[in-house]
């Protein structure tokens, strides 16, 4: 009985042992590998940079998150997203912990106005008997990603500031031709005060027309201008290789003839409008008119240069169309085709050696509305190649 005892006693201290390492063991476990959740604070998240300036683009500092010494993975310990990034003011990123972390924080940084010294207006301000308002635009500098590199890049844009954005002020009345002081005064996005001056120019000119008047000669015409001292007429020099005054005159037309060594098919003008104020000339923006000449029947050569070989030339560079056929009616019922180019040299081949043909061409253009201006066929030339 005795032993009995004994023996149940030592088996319930074994049991207990057995349970107190068992318990100590699983203690020790949980302490040495703790897998959280764990909360993240303010004093684990940095960004890269607090302060910008404005640009016209988003602002995304980089985010790291930083918890007991080690750096945590974004997208799969944390994500974060942005708040008013892109304007001036205070904008805000929100990093919320996932996985084993939790808890949300939130970063803020600044984007400052941006400081004009220099704006400008853009556009050439022409007359039209109101009063001017131009928009205004100042250089920013920006920057784009490029994918091939895998850098950003930084460039200098001038870009259109809203009217939002700034108070104009201009001198007088500002709707005639002549030069005003302007002073721009920027707010929002912006900041700083910029004087510069506001010229308007004389009314561009308006319905330019062309019409042909001989072979040789094109008649142009124009709306008149209100409030000019007359019109400038440009033409280009064969001579000067470039464009020069070819008449300064008050009226609205002129006649022009062509210079053949230039074009065989007409003559182009460049047509503005000129005012003088307290003895400054102010000049408009040009109009350009091309005006074609009444098509006349061109001059060609042929030669012939191999078996089955001949080149049809003219002297002028010039849209023809040549047509070549075995009769001299150019029928149908025969051989007849015909080609159009831009050239002064066509060479045409694999032609019967020995037989008689027929060549004849005359010059064409496309009219503004796309049709089809032809005009006579010159005389008939005959060619037998080798």
């Keep these: ?177 002549g030069t005003y002081k302007a002073t721009i005064k920027f707010k929002g996005n912006y900041r700083g005060t910029v004087k510069t001056k506001l010229k308007i120019y004389p009314q561009k000119v308006r319905k330019l027309r062309a019409k042909a008047v001989s072979s040789s000669k094109v008649k142009f015409t124009w709306a008149k201008a209100p409030k000019v001292d007359g019109y400038e007429i440009y033409k280009y020099s064969t001579k000067k290789k470039k464009w020069c005054l070819y008449k300064r005159q008050k009226g609205t037309s002129i006649t022009i003839a062509k210079n053949s060594s230039y074009d065989d098919d007409g003559v182009g003008i460049d047509v503005r409008t000129y005012k003088y104020v307290k003895k400054k000339k102010y000049c408009s923006d040009f109009k350009y008119k091309y005006g074609r000449t009444k098509l006349t029947a061109p001059k060609i050569k042929i030669s012939r240069t191999d078996f089955g070989e001949f080149h049809v030339k003219f002297k002028n560079y010039g849209y023809y169309q040549v047509q070549i056929s075995d009769n001299s009616s150019f029928s149908s019922y025969g051989y007849c085709q015909s080609w159009k180019y831009y050239t002064t040299d066509v060479r045409y081949y694999n032609f019967t050696s020995g037989k008689k043909y027929y060549v004849r061409a005359r010059k064409y253009y496309y009219a503004d509305n796309g049709n089809l201006k032809v005009g006579p066929w010159c005389k008939y030339k005959t060619v037998t190649p080798w």
């Design 1 to 177: 009985m005795k032993k009995k005892v004994v023996i149940a006693l030592l088996t319930l201290i074994a049991v207990l042992c057995a349970g107190c390492i068992t318990a100590y063991a699983y203690d020790y476990y949980e302490d040495e590998y703790d897998y959280g959740p764990y909360k993240i604070s303010a004093s684990n998240v940095k960004l890269s940079k607090y302060t910008y300036t404005y640009n016209g683009e988003a602002k995304e500092p980089s985010v790291t998150v930083k918890y007991d010494g080690e750096y945590l993975d974004p997208d799969y310990d944390y994500y974060y997203y942005y708040s008013k990034n892109k304007n001036a003011g205070t904008a805000t990123v929100v990093v919320k912990g996932c996985g084993n972390y939790y808890g949300t924080v939130k970063k803020k940084f600044k984007i400052k106005p941006k400081k004009v010294k220099k704006a400008r207006f853009l556009n050439k301000q022409h007359y039209s008997g109101k009063a001017k308002k131009p928009a205004v635009y100042v250089k920013m500098k920006k920057s784009y990603y490029d994918d091939y590199d895998g850098c950003y890049y930084t460039y200098t844009d001038t870009v259109k500031v809203p009217k939002k954005y700034y108070k104009l002020k201009i001198s007088g009345k500002h709707k005639n031709v």
